[in-house]
Structures are given as structure tokens and as C-alpha cells.
């Protein structure tokens, strides 16, 4: 991955489109101030993230724990009833051993996987790989201010989710849990590069994997002014926030793949769609 300079600046942050979900705060908009910085062009690859276990041998939290939760399809059929479901989204599947370097469970590999997002990935794991590489998550002010690059459209490429020039993320195609068409070419993660990068030179800012921020979940958006969210150290508990949805984002079920769209869950939560992008701080 490179880091690329996004210049400072005053950007309007959230939306009063109403298309979204009334728990995730995304309005009232709000005039946010963002210092300049530079965010990795992707997100942190399975072979980015080998290099940091080799340098380190740390263990993540669901290497620890011993399982991470995996989305059905990516299981085979006759397996998915031996494992525990997750009550209101039976599509949630508890897999022991599954991690990031056994994506699919205790007998699945990443080893043909190098330019995925790595995943399985919980907040205390990114901030460990931050440590070591010199770098931060970014605030969801810099995140959105990011992947919007300038527009004030819906997706950082239009207001269209697919157009005359096709696919722009993957997403969900379909009949959400039970379909995916993969008409985008993928049903699980794609690499990192697969579709043309925003015009600030980023990859994938929608869709593909969620991605850990530093802040906790729906802060008010008046709170981004404040620049108050210096996360150094693993909070003792929580829900934090995630941005740009993932390849299971279906407008059916879930259309938080939107440049302004907001979601988080819990800090410990790992599972096959969540991971994470850095950001160095810099001089305007």
C-alpha cells in the first residue's frame, strides 16, 4: 500500500437524505474541519499484515478466542449446520478457528489471498499493526472527507451505485442472504485493486471490507470539530466505529455502502468482512 497526501480542508460531513437508518445519526450535516494527512491508498492487505505477525508474533483476538464469526455462503452447505448461528441474522456463522490467516475456518488458508483485506481483524488488532507501522485509524471526519474526494454525491462516483461504466464496488448482488448473482465477480472479498480508486488515489472507500475508525459509534457530528479522538491504547469496552460497508451491502438489507453512511459495533467484534485502513498524520 502508499500513502497518498489529502490536503486539508472544510467539507460538509453526514447527509438529511433520509435514505439511510434513523439509529445511525447521519445528520444533521454538519461543517467539519480536516486538517491535512495522508491515508493508505488500500486497505491493510493479507500480505501487509504477514509482515507485521512476522516482525512481531502477535496474536489477534480471534486467534486467541479460538473462532470469529463467517458468513454462511462462504461455508460450505453441508458444514453450516454444525455451527452455532447468530440469533436475528442466522447468515452469521460462529466457526471455530476461523481467523485471519483461515478466513473460512480451522482448514481454510489465506495463502492465495496476499492482495485481499486481510480480516477477522478486531479494533485491539489494527491498533497493534498501527503501533508497529507509525501510523493511526482515522476518524470517521477523515475517513468521509476521504472517500468523498471532493463530491457531494451519494458514492464518491455519482449517485448511481452501478452505471453506464458498470460495477464500482463489490457489493451485494441479488437476493440478500440467500443469492449473491456475483455479477461484480465476487461473492466474498476482492483484492484490494479491483476497481478504479476515488480522485484522491484510494481504493475501495465502499464496499469490499469495513473498516475500523478510531472514534466511538455515532458520535455527533459537531464532536469532529473538536478533534478530541487520539486512540492510543485499546479501550476497555465499546462499540466503535466502522465505515464504507462491505461486500454483503444490499440496499435490501443494508445500504451503508454510501459515502456518508455510518455504522460501528463492538470493539472485540471480528469477522470475515471486517478490517481496516491507516492514516499518518502530516503538515498542512
Excluded at 31 to 57: K, L, Q, W, Y
Excluded at 212 to 230: G, H, I, S, V
Excluded at 248 to 276: E, M, P
Aim: glycine residues 8%.
Amino acid at each position: 500500500m502508499r500513502f497518498k497526501k489529502i490536503k486539508g480542508g472544510s467539507f460538509q460531513m453526514g447527509t438529511d437524505d433520509h435514505i439511510g437508518f434513523d439509529e445511525d445519526y447521519e445528520g444533521p450535516p454538519t461543517i467539519v474541519r480536516v486538517p491535512s494527512f495522508s491515508m493508505a491508498d488500500t486497505p491493510v492487505t493479507n500480505a501487509d499484515f504477514d509482515d507485521f505477525i512476522a516482525a512481531t508474533a502477535y496474536q489477534t483476538v480471534a486467534e486467541r478466542l479460538g473462532s470469529s464469526f463467517v458468513f454462511e455462503l462462504l461455508i460450505p452447505e453441508e458444514e453450516r449446520v454444525t455451527y452455532q448461528h447468530v440469533a436475528g441474522a442466522p447468515w452469521w456463522l460462529l466457526v471455530p478457528g476461523a481467523d485471519w490467516q483461515h478466513p473460512y475456518g480451522a482448514e481454510s488458508s489465506n495463502i492465495d489471498l496476499d492482495n485481499h483485506p486481510v480480516v477477522h481483524v478486531a479494533l485491539e488488532d489494527a491498533l497493534a499493526y498501527c503501533q508497529w507501522s507509525h501510523s493511526q485509524l482515522p476518524t470517521e471526519a477523515q475517513w468521509e472527507y476521504a472517500a468523498g474526494a471532493g463530491t457531494a454525491t451519494t458514492y464518491p462516483w455519482g449517485e448511481s451505485l452501478v452505471d453506464e461504466h458498470g460495477f464500482h464496488a463489490n457489493t451485494w448482488q441479488g437476493d440478500f442472504p440467500n443469492d449473491n448473482t456475483a455479477e461484480d465477480g465476487f461473492v466474498g472479498t476482492a483484492p484490494v485493486k479491483s476497481y478504479e480508486p476515488n480522485s484522491n488515489g484510494l481504493y475501495q472507500m465502499i464496499g469490499n471490507v469495513w473498516e475500523w475508525c478510531r472514534n466511538p459509534r455515532y458520535t455527533l457530528l459537531d464532536d469532529f470539530n473538536a478533534e478530541q479522538f487520539k486512540l492510543g491504547k485499546v479501550p476497555a469496552a465499546g462499540e466503535y466505529a466502522i465505515r464504507g460497508g462491505s461486500f454483503l451491502c444490499h440496499c435490501s438489507y443494508c445500504n451503508r455502502y454510501r459515502t456518508a453512511a455510518r455504522n460501528g459495533v463492538d470493539l472485540q467484534s471480528t469477522s470475515s468482512h471486517l478490517s481496516f485502513r491507516c492514516i499518518k498524520e502530516v503538515s498542512s
